[in-house]
């Protein structure tokens, strides 16, 4: 790494020299930030192991998509290994150590970043409503409240139902005064049953000495931007600013703050800033080869992924299938701290099915066959088989190469 340790200036807001990265530098350090580049913690029981990606990371995106696992679940196995599933949702869901707000997107996050995302509760508290208008707020409430003070943690349906019978957001009353409470912070949800939200006071689940709002905006802030620059290592402000969902100009006001500092990055247009506990000293380690969910905070920012690593992904779910170029849930091949290629995988009972398989060259064939044969058995499969491989003169050696 070209970084010596003294060129890196304390503070950002004293004067001092800038700090330059090359590009290999930075896609160091990014990885090494995502918890990517080292060997796999094997420390404490697996769901403690999964805590602690949970706590480095700051988030983790929730979706409902499930090709071989939901999102949450494949964030932590991309780090781990082959964490046991059971332990992962014991991780996020027991003990009160993470509650789901909205972060990047619906997002797990560690239960002492509570008192962080008063700024966001406030800020729709002061909207006054979402895109669902509640008939009759103070009623609605009042029930949701009573309902949870006696029988909670209850989910939408046990309150009362979740919808009127229409479609997915044709909410019911009860749904939406329930979703505007946890919006406002007077409830909370520690846990996903069947994917289904639980949702409990906030004043029962949160433990006491988070349970307040005592941060001002530019402290809630100034904390999320310093957290997201410690998960990535290095990062512009428009970086920053989208790890949590914030406004450049909410990164430009407390940036100063947060003891990043500022670095230049060969071949970025705009300024930078690195964490200085990642500057000191050169990222060495084991880079995984693993698949990863289009929803990893590694990948997760698009823009992003291809200014660091050269590559381009795009979630196609939701893209009409003759218009696909990947597949509905192309996950990317990381391998040697580079993103190779990807497949778009399925599950027929105990066969994972590689419908396509993009990759880079002929170097990628086979960690990709070991990325899948370790997905396979993580889920539970005893076979791989593989559809359509793009270029297609290297099927026969992946063929090979998974069945070796």
């Not at 930075?26 to 995502?34: G, S, T, Y």
């Not at 995988?345 to 398989?357: K, W």
Request: aromatic share 6%; proline share 6%.
């Amino acid at each position: 790494m070209s970084v010596a340790a003294s060129r890196v200036p304390r503070m950002t807001n004293v004067p001092g020299p800038t700090v330059e990265l090359s590009a290999d530098d930075v896609r160091r350090l990014a990885l090494r930030a995502q918890g990517l580049l080292g060997a796999p913690d094997r420390r404490g029981r697996p769901q403690d192991r999964v805590r602690r990606v949970l706590r480095g990371l700051g988030a983790v995106q929730l979706d409902t998509i499930s090709v071989l696992a939901r999102s949450h679940e494949l964030i932590p196995y991309a780090r781990l290994g082959a964490v046991g599933r059971p332990a992962v949702e014991a991780a996020y869901w027991t003990d009160t150590h993470s509650f789901e707000y909205w972060s990047h997107a619906a997002c797990i996050l560690p239960i002492e970043e509570w008192p962080h995302f008063a700024f966001r509760r406030r800020a729709r508290l002061a909207r006054g409503h979402r895109w669902h208008v509640l008939e009759d707020s103070e009623r609605s409430c009042g029930a949701v409240r009573d309902r949870l003070k006696i029988d909670g943690p209850l989910t939408a349906t046990e309150l009362g139902g979740a919808k009127n019978g229409g479609p997915w957001y044709d909410w019911s009353e009860t749904k939406i005064a329930v979703e505007w409470l946890l919006d406002t912070g007077e409830v909370v949800c520690t846990q996903r049953r069947g994917w289904k939200r639980v949702y409990d006071l906030a004043e029962r689940a949160v433990p006491s000495e988070l349970l307040h709002d005592d941060f001002d905006d530019r402290e809630c802030m100034r904390r999320l931007v310093a957290q997201a620059g410690a998960a990535m290592g290095v990062a512009t402000r428009a970086d920053l600013a989208d790890y949590h969902r914030l406004k450049g100009e909410q990164v430009d006001s407390v940036i100063a703050d947060t003891g990043l500092v500022p670095v230049r990055v060969e071949g970025w247009a705009k300024p930078a800033w690195a964490d200085p506990a990642a500057l000191a000293d050169v990222p060495r380690g084991r880079h995984r080869t693993t698949l990863l969910s289009p929803f990893d905070s590694l990948i997760w920012d698009r823009p992003r992924t291809e200014r660091i690593f050269g590559f381009t992904h795009r979630l196609e779910a939701y893209v009409p299938k003759p218009k696909r170029v990947h597949g509905y849930f192309a996950m990317p091949l990381l391998t040697g701290g580079r993103l190779r290629g990807r497949v778009d995988p399925a599950r027929e009972g105990r066969t994972l099915v590689a419908r396509q398989v993009s990759l880079d060259g002929p170097g990628a064939v086979v960690p990709m066959a070991r990325a899948l044969r370790e997905a396979a058995s993580w889920v539970g499969c005893d076979n791989v088989r593989i559809e359509r491989t793009l270029p297609s003169d290297l099927t026969a050696g992946l063929v090979a190469a998974v069945a070796g």
